[in-house]
């Protein structure tokens, strides 16, 4: 497509944008034109810049997904990916909840039938600075950590409302997984100071919303091995080695060298015999072969291996993608030519340990004091962050805040079957599991992630019987 066509395309978007529900007064030089291999749809979507230190020059890479139908009256939804240093493009935007997935021959994209964008306008960003595309000039900004990663996304929201001024008065969802768990809420505190001092302009949050979250590291670390040993993946004899042998009170994220010999051995055994032939994300799914894939992308092969339905190489289909030429210059992405290649979690990156072992508990309750609803969801399949901490902390978490249990831990459904189990607090704050969902919830449960999150945004309460909510 020539460059007058773009420009044709691009003005033709926004007058169009009334007639079909879009957003006004929007950045035209970073709309994305058309994706290398998509598939035609309805709503439009911009990638690119935003300057967040002008000093250092850094910057964090955005994708923004209008919403299907009525975009216009549509909330905003913030999606974060953990890691510490994972991207939230890869990962969320084109791997869960976003309106495409790579195709297995790696060279397009296909429809993902159960996109969040179904419910909400989703905004996808590349934090810190060094993860994907998201870059500085200055490489001391690659030494970061929890309380400059907040604070740089606070600056990212007021620059990016300033490309899209229509959404300063938008409901607002903070969302994401994993280490998500420190920086939403991180973000969430940030936010509500900024609205505190604010004389004008206050973020509208309506809501958190954090899947199989990090929160509280020597809590969740143990539910790791009492996991291991719940599901059969091992013995009863290294279980209760663990058990006796291992005080997960003194457990660092950067290494256990704060616990005793024989509780390092006692893990060295546990992760020896669940072995490398088990996806630890989702341990019901088979493994991929990535250096089988990467040579059918090179010869332009399907390379989609299907586990329980689930595209268990789309990580490899994903990085081929993103690394074409074609796919970074119609995203407006790479635009100083980086010395890198683009992949879903920074190697580089020097991201401070330490900050994995703070409690973020207390932020939590910072946060329902604002009457603001928290919801927690954790796939069962997942042995990295697994429910039998999340669900504990949420109770905790609920009875030092002495809120009432207003729901019973129950069963919820989906299309007649049981979509997992919730219970709720206060009417405020929720925990639910997703049945067979693995680590990245809407990966592998995409049905059933997606009325969870239909059911956050419209502040439902998830179905407890088998009928289905009226607009199911």
């Not at 790696?106 to 429809?111: C, E, T, V």
């Not at 990085?319 to 995203?331: C, G, K, S, T």
């Not at 002495?402 to 219970?423: D, E, M, S």
């Amino acid at each position: 497509m020539g460059k007058w066509q773009v420009l044709i395309f691009m003005l033709l978007g926004a007058l169009m944008a009334d007639k079909r529900g879009g957003v006004k007064g929007v950045p035209a030089e970073d709309l994305v034109v058309e994706l290398p291999g998509q598939p035609k749809v309805d709503f439009r979507q911009f990638a690119g810049y935003v300057a967040v230190d002008d000093k250092t020059g850094k910057s964090l890479f955005y994708y923004f997904a209008e919403a299907e139908k009525e975009a216009n009256k549509k909330p905003l939804t913030l999606w974060l990916n953990g890691g510490p240093g994972c991207s939230s493009i890869g990962g969320g935007a084109f791997t869960e909840l976003g309106p495409f997935f790579p195709r297995g021959d790696g060279r397009g994209l296909r429809i993902n039938k159960h996109s969040w964008n179904k419910v909400s306008n989703l905004l996808f960003v590349e934090s810190p600075a060094g993860v994907g595309w998201s870059y500085s000039n200055a490489t001391s900004d690659y030494t970061c950590g929890d309380a400059s990663t907040a604070n740089d996304m606070h600056v990212f929201l007021l620059r990016w409302f300033e490309k899209f001024p229509e959404f300063k008065t938008r409901d607002l969802f903070l969302t994401g997984e994993s280490y998500a768990g420190h920086y939403i809420p991180q973000l969430a505190i940030v936010l509500l100071k900024h609205n505190k001092h604010s004389n004008n302009f206050k973020f509208n949050i309506k809501g958190v919303f954090i899947g199989n979250p990090l929160l509280k590291l020597d809590q969740d670390a143990p539910a790791t091995y009492n996991y291991y040993w719940s599901h059969g993946m091992i013995s009863d004899e290294i279980g209760l080695k663990l058990m006796n042998e291992c005080d997960f009170d003194d457990y660092e994220s950067n290494g256990s060298h704060n616990i005793s010999k024989t509780c390092n051995d006692a893990i060295a055994e546990a992760d020896k015999v669940v072995g490398d032939y088990i996806n630890s994300y989702d341990v019901i799914l088979d493994v991929c072969y990535p250096a089988i894939v990467e040579q059918e992308l090179r010869l332009k092969k399907y390379a989609t291996k299907m586990s329980v339905g689930v595209d268990v190489c789309m990580t490899s289909e994903r990085r081929f993608y993103f690394n074409l030429p074609e796919v970074q210059h119609a995203l407006h992405a790479n635009r100083t030519s980086l010395p890198y290649s683009w992949s879903m979690c920074s190697g580089f990156l020097n991201y401070n340990e330490s900050d994995a072992n703070i409690n973020m508990i207390p932020s939590l309750k910072r946060i329902l004091r604002k009457h603001i609803p928290v919801w927690v969801f954790s796939g069962d399949q997942d042995s990295v962050v697994p429910l039998l901490g999340s669900r504990t902390l949420v109770r905790e978490l609920a009875h030092d805040m002495r809120f009432v249990v207003t729901l019973p831990y129950t069963a919820w459904f989906h299309k007649g079957q049981v979509g997992g189990w919730v219970t709720e607090y206060g009417n405020i704050l929720t925990f639910a599991t997703v049945r067979g969902a693995a680590h990245m919830v809407p990966y592998s449960q995409p049905n059933r992630a997606l009325l969870l999150f239909k059911s956050f945004v419209n502040g439902r309460r998830l179905p407890i019987t088998t009928y289905p909510p009226i607009d199911d």
